[in-house]
């Protein structure tokens, strides 16, 4: 009996712990708030599959050679995103009509010429100083006797979607919306050769790092995998509670309220094997405190081969998932308090 009384003191103990964790938990879910749904909505709606549709087609054209990192398809493809900008009039952080952050030579491994990473950005009114950083990286991999890699999903689908999503801030911004918080636009280049864009622009950072609130990276959010040829309505997140719980639970939030797609975390395991949590430019952010989320669709088939093309994209989804992206930044962006980084453990 008394074995038995002190087990079940310890199993209290226990049990009311873990409850507290549970609790802090639940309560910093139930407290997450959207600032607005109204007008992220609708500004949202201004991404349609056609516009995704004519950025892409020009991406992952063959004129383009797989836009290798120095190459001459990747300064075309670059050159395309500042035109855009320009025309959109979504200006540089880096003034005088200045799009690129150039990467020289000495930075890129010895076969690659100099090479770029574009930016674009829209100023915060209350809190210019703090940035989000929505980033995708528009290289690919080139040319071989296989053939030209298009990368039209890799990553020509989050090349068009940040395009598509500066778009709509601008729009919302000429209309007298402007957000809260700076909002980088960045097109990093040397993805594919070891994330080296991204690690240039943390090694080169035109805000401070200590002021970037937080990186959502798209790489990969046009096509299906195999894991959901029956549903096709999802996307994987990765790394959204690593570093911000709080990061975590208003992105749940932001889906659950407008888009429900199926997030699925499965490649957000510590011990996935595949390690995606390191595998694009989000991780240099997140090596630096910065919270991130990773949105992509998996691998298939055609993942890294010359059969990743354009025809094989599926438009509705992509639009679906940049939408969700947008309004994920619009609510970070216009937060009354910048996200609050916890490692993971609510204190
Ligand atoms: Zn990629």
């Known amino acids: ?23 802090k938990l639940q309560n910093l879910k139930d407290g997450i708030q959207l600032v607005d749904s109204v007008l992220v909505t609708k500004y949202a709606e201004t991404i349609t599959p056609t516009d995704l549709q004519q ?22 493809a670059a050159q395309y995103i500042k035109n855009y900008y320009e025309n959109e009039s979504i200006e540089s952080p880096l003034g005088n009509k200045n799009y690129y952050q150039n990467i020289p030579k000495s930075f890129l491994p010895e076969s690659s010429n100099d090479s770029e990473n574009v930016l674009a950005f829209i100023k915060g009114t209350e809190k210019p100083d703090e940035v989000l950083i929505i980033s995708a990286h528009y290289d690919h991999l080139g040319m071989t006797q296989d053939g030209i890699f298009n990368g039209a999903d890799d990553n020509g689908s989050g090349t068009s979607a ?22 980088l636009f960045l097109h990093v280049t ?16 035109v805000f401070l790092l200590k002021n970037t609130v937080a ?19 999802y996307l994987y997140l990765i790394g959204s509670d690593r570093l911000s719980n709080e990061l975590h639970y208003l992105s749940e939030k932001v889906n659950n309220t407008f888009y429900k797609i199926n997030l699925d975390y499965r490649y957000n395991s510590e011990n996935d094997s595949n390690h995606y949590y390191n595998r694009s430019d989000h991780y240099n952010f997140a090596q630096n405190d ?7 669709n998996g691998e298939h088939e055609d993942y890294h081969k010359s059969t990743d093309t354009f025809d094989k994209i599926d438009f509705d989804l992509l639009a679906k998932r940049t939408k969700l992206i947008f309004a994920t930044a619009w609510e970070v962006a216009n937060l009354d308090h910048r996200i609050k980084v916890d490692y993971g453990i609510i204190n």
């Open 162 to 183: 940040l395009m598509e999503i500066a778009q709509a801030f601008k729009t919302a911004e000429s209309e007298g919306h402007l957000p809260k918080r700076s909002i």
């Open 215 to 233: 990186n959502l990276n798209i790489d990969m959010i046009g096509r299906i995998d195999k894991s959901h040829s029956n549903n096709k309505d």
């Open 1 to 23: 009996m008394k074995i038995f009384f002190i087990a079940s003191a310890f199993a209290l103990v226990g049990s009311c712990s873990s409850t507290k964790y549970s609790t």
């Open 190 to 205: 040397a993805e594919e050769i070891g994330k080296l864009g991204s690690e240039y622009y943390i090694k080169h950072p």
């Open 55 to 76: 950025h892409l087609l020009f991406f992952a054209d063959d004129g383009l050679h797989g836009r290798a990192t120095g190459e001459i398809g990747q300064k075309v």
């Open 290 to 296: 910065i919270p991130i989320i990773f949105y992509f």
